[in-house]
């Protein structure tokens, strides 16, 4: 099955600084990553996603970058704020069977300092 | 508030009893996910429903967790004779269509003690 690695697991900026978190997947069948936001105690939030016939997706001050060849993929932050802090977690959707089920990195906790 | 529901928000319980939990997903979502989450580790997928059928079941699930969706809409999660080592966060997602987007409730907090 998918196994995703996800790094640095702790990350602490300060604000205004850029944070950037990795991920890499293993099964090449996949071919949608989304990045979820978690505020403690609080649900997974759907922050951005990109699908693998994209290279780059941006909103705002954040961007998702995909490398299908070398099987990673990284989130990017801009000009980081207090409120950014929350711990991210990537995911890669196993194609197989259409179920689309998500495969979870481990997690980054991010703190911006101000 | 339109989003996916869960009940109950906490439970705690004995090592040996049942617990039910329940997931609303959002109006019109097909597709529902049930994943557990423990402390500092990312959610990892349980079983999925499209509609009622119940078309994937993770390898790693024991036997004493049995998932429902009666109707298509909302679903349950029971675990038989519950664990300590079932002590763990259970996350329900809904998604719609063939939309990869999912999106989560907000978990159900098991304890057991």
Redesign the interface.
Same mark, same amino acid.
């Given at each position: 099955g998918e196994n995703v690695e996800q790094h640095p697991s702790t990350l602490s900026v300060q604000e205004g600084d850029s944070a950037v978190i990795k991920c890499t997947y293993s099964d090449s069948a996949s071919n949608y990553f989304p990045w979820y936001k978690q505020e403690l105690g609080k649900r997974p939030q759907l922050i951005i996603d990109i699908r693998s016939n994209v290279g780059e997706k941006k909103d705002q001050r954040i961007a998702v970058t995909l490398n299908k060849t070398a099987k990673h993929f990284s989130l990017h932050i801009t000009e980081t704020q207090p409120e950014d802090s929350a711990v991210y977690f990537c995911a890669a959707a196993d194609s197989g069977g259409s179920n689309y089920k998500l495969t979870f990195g481990k997690g980054t906790l991010l703190t911006v300092n101000p | 508030d339109t989003g996916?529901s869960q009940d109950p928000r906490h439970k705690i319980t004995k090592r040996g009893q049942n617990v039910t939990f329940r997931c609303d997903p959002i109006s019109e979502h097909n597709?529902l +996910?049930w +994943?557990r989450q423990t402390l %500092?580790? %990312? /959610? #990892? &997928?349980l079983t +999925?429903f499209?509609n009622e059928a119940q =078309? #994937?079941k993770s390898r790693l699930l024991s036997d004493r967790f049995s998932a429902e969706r009666p109707k298509g809409s909302f679903s349950t999660l029971e675990i038989q004779r519950t664990e300590q080592g079932d002590s763990a966060m259970y =996350?329900c997602a809904s998604?719609f269509g063939n939309s +990869? #987007?999912?999106? &989560? %409730? /907000? %978990?159900t907090r098991l304890t057991v003690t």
């Open positions: - | 996916v597709r +996910y +994943y %500092g580790q %990312g /959610p #990892e &997928f +999925y499209q =078309l #994937e =996350l998604s +990869y #987007e999912q999106y &989560f %409730g /907000p %978990g």
